[in-house]
């Protein structure tokens, strides 16, 4: 596509339950990225992947959030039993090249505005 | 780990004022160093990078130079608009992962 696209743009959910948030990237990037802004703050790295794989997943908060790749493309960040502090909005970025290239520019999606009530 | 530090806001300005918003960094290796903004309602989208040291990238009438010595990423620009109102923040990139700054807040007034 054009560009990088999140669905949905907003979600509202009830404590404890489980969300799953969508990221396609731009078609042929290979490297995708989740980041999380809470209201005040900057951006917070979850995970990254290169292709199907995630080598760095350093950034996850806890073991109720989880994220995969499929196909080299589309990836979905589940948040199991959610709670208020996951309130945020979650970004997706991707770029063309694989890891070590330093000067590819990263496009972002317009993020999934998530609360939790 | 590598990390980035910017000025604190928020920031107003008045139109025509010049801007400059501070950015160092720490980095274990030789990384590209960006200027994202977000401007309201709208998604994250590069203002400008450099990728060496002494780089100096612009865009938009913004300018900023990559300051290995100091570690530094400044953004300026001489003439700010109503419509540079946004969030804007540093980042860098050292292999794979993209290290932001806090954000700063920037409010021009007419």
Redesign the interface.
Known sequence: GAGVSQSPSNKVTEKGKDVELRCDPISGHTALYWYRQSLGQGLEFLIYFQGNSAPDKSGLPSDRFSAERTGGSVSTLTIQRTQQEDSAVYLCASSRGPAGIQNTEAFFGQGTRLTVV | GDSVTQMEGPVTLSEEAFLTINCTYTATG???LFW?VQYPG?????LL?A?KADDKGSNKGFEATYRKETTSFHLEKGSVQVSDSAVY?CAL???????????TTVTVRA
């Not at chain 2, 709208?42 to 590069?46: F, M």
């Not at chain 2, 990139?93 to 954000?103: H, R």
């Open positions: 030789y990384p590209s994202y709208e998604g994250l989208q590069l990078k990728t923040f990139i050292d292999d794979y992962k993209l290290s932001f700054g806090a954000g």
